[in-house]
């Protein structure tokens, strides 16, 4: 059974650091590539970072350039994100989505994690 397993989100003061983890486990499949999104009450899930395991590809969502660094560690199936001069608009509910599979067949979701940044 694969599971997404995340760590890291908490409460902190506006520029203030915090580091994401999402640890996968019990996949049979490669990994395409993992995504970390983010939502906001009352508003949409939103893409904020991702990275392909192969070429080490990266996406961010422009508010988090130069801000946010996500990495992996492909021997522990492990990604992270890396979130500094936190800012209060940052505050969401965070979750990681793992594509894998031969034609990106598989998607899995992890639970969220609370990210809080206080002014």
């Known amino acids: 059974q694969v599971q997404l397993v995340e760590s890291g989100g908490g409460l902190m003061q506006s520029g203030g650091s915090l580091r994401l983890s999402c640890a996968a486990s019990?996949?049979?499949?490669?990994?395409?590539?993992t995504e970390w999104y983010r939502q906001a009450p009352g508003k949409e899930r939103t893409l904020v970072a991702s990275i392909t395991w192969r070429g080490g590809n990266t996406y961010y969502l422009d508010s988090v350039k130069g801000r946010f660094t996500i990495s992996r560690d492909n021997a522990k199936n492990t990604v992270y994100l890396q979130m500094d001069s936190l800012k209060p608009e940052d505050t969401a509910i965070y979750s990681c989505?793992?594509?894998?599979?031969?034609?990106?067949?598989?998607?899995?979701w992890g639970q969220g994690t609370q990210v809080t940044v206080s002014s």
């Open positions: 989505k793992v594509v894998a599979g031969v034609r990106n067949e598989y998607v899995y």
């Open positions: 019990g996949l049979t499949f490669s990994i395409y590539a």
